[in-house]
């Protein structure tokens, strides 16, 4: 399958049912967020993990907050460099009631435009992964990345 053509799909688990070395990647990125630890291998030592696990799940595994409503929510996207594109995921951002607090788009480049987004999606408001799917299900969008989430 085309990587332009591959769809992620997104899945809510209980701690319980995830793999340890996964959060080992999640603590060992708490770890380097923070400060307390300086290197990768560092951070790998103490959570029990090895490097290379940290670099093979460091992108896909992040930890959900069922509070994620009410909270700001910043993801990037790589989009086709068409007209229109971006006007169709902030129509989306605004059918789940988001506010947009910042954007910015590169440059294109090959054809493609890479873009960060801080959403704040107010209490009671949205559904902060019906929103995600739909903006990754987009035509032109080639790739989301949730970068983080703060309140």
């Known amino acids: 399958m085309d990587k332009r053509e591959e769809k992620k799909k997104y899945y809510v688990v209980r701690e319980r049912a995830v793999p340890e070395v996964l959060l080992g990647v999640v603590e060992a990125r708490k770890l380097l967020d923070s400060g307390k630890v300086q290197t990768v291998q560092e951070a790998a030592s103490l959570t029990g993990i090895s490097r ?27 989009m086709d460099d068409e007209p229109g594109l971006l006007s169709n995921v902030l129509k989306t951002i605004a059918g789940f009631h988001g506010n947009i607090l910042t954007i910015h788009q590169s440059v294109p480049i090959n054809s493609a435009a890479m873009l960060t987004l801080s959403v704040r999606i107010p209490d009671g408001e949205g559904d902060v992964s019906e929103m995600v799917e739909q903006i990754e299900q987009s035509e032109g969008v080639r790739y989301l990345k949730i970068a983080g989430s703060t309140e």
């Open 52 to 78: 290379s696990s940290f670099y093979k799940y460091k992108d896909d595994i992040f930890p959900f907050h069922e509070e994620a409503k009410g909270k700001t929510l910043t993801f990037t996207l790589e």
